[in-house]
Antibody
Framework: QVRLVQSGAEVMQPGASVRVSCVTSGYTFTDYYIHWVRRAPGQGLEYMGIFLPHNTYAKYVPKFQGRVTMGADSSVSTAYMDLRGLTSDDTAVYFC???????????WGQGSLVTVST | QTVVTQEPSLTVSPGGTVTLTCASSTGSVTSDFHPNWFQQKPGQPPISLIYDGSNKHSWTPARFSGSLLGGKAALTLSSVQPDDEADYYCLVSSGNYWVFGGGTKVTVL
């Protein structure tokens, strides 16, 4: 069955960088896009950007441009999201979700809590 | 920048029906926006319910339905059960980016 399994919780210092991984299985990795979404405490879901494994194209919403990199190691069907220059505002649960081209979102990762604190 | 608006909260009685809507600041939401709807409960990842406005996933309960209504995307919950109490989010394509609505907290009371 389709699975997206994310890396574990992280506690980071302000100014640091974090990588969240999304290990996928049960489908052909390059047939689907991977999106990254986060939910900060007390807030709603926030869209961050998209990564296309078949051609390694990535697009980020302006708020995160310059601070985020989305990529993948297709040999192990794993996507990742790097976020740099962390502040307390980046404390959130981060999710990966796959999309079949055309707006068909279906399976989500379980979420990865990133806490930014001194 | 596109803003997507949902009702912040709605309350429905068990067995009742409630409709959530999703509006875009750029104009009418059409099938070209590829509206998706998700349910999220505390401490859990979102669950995909509807894609392309009205299509259900194989796991979507029959009491959930999506539509395009009066220039908005809509999610209707029928025969509401206590387990339907959750946050619901729409997601639409703005052309350049995908954008979430602010979410609707549905209370079953």
């Amino acid at each position: 069955q389709v699975r997206l399994v994310q890396s574990g919780a992280e506690v980071m210092q302000p100014g640091a960088s974090v990588r969240v991984s999304c290990v996928t299985s049960g489908y052909t990795f390059t047939d689907y896009y991977i999106h990254w979404v986060r939910r900060a405490p007390g807030q709603g879901l926030e869209y961050m950007g998209i990564f296309l494994p078949h051609n390694t194209y990535a697009k980020y919403v302006p708020k995160f441009q310059g601070r985020v990199t989305m990529g993948a190691d297709s040999s192990v069907s794993t996507a990742y999201m790097d976020l740099r220059g962390l502040t307390s505002d980046d404390t959130a649960v981060y999710f990966c979700v796959r999309e079949k081209r055309g707006g068909y979102f279906d399976h989500w990762g379980q979420g990865s809590l990133v806490t930014v604190s001194t | 920048q596109t803003v997507v608006t949902q009702e912040p909260s709605l309350t429905v009685s068990p067995g009742g029906t409630v409709t959530l809507t999703c509006a875009s600041s750029t104009g009418s939401v059409t099938s070209d926006f590829h509206p998706n709807w998700f349910q999220q409960k505390p401490g859990q990842p979102p669950i995909s319910l509807i894609y392309d406005g009205s299509n259900k996933h194989s796991w979507t309960p029959a009491r959930f339905s999506g539509s395009l209504l009066g220039g908005k995307a809509a999610l209707t919950l029928s025969s509401v059960q206590p387990d339907d109490e959750a946050d619901y989010y729409c997601l639409v394509s703005s052309g350049n980016y995908w954008v979430f609505g602010g979410g609707t907290k549905v209370t079953v009371l």
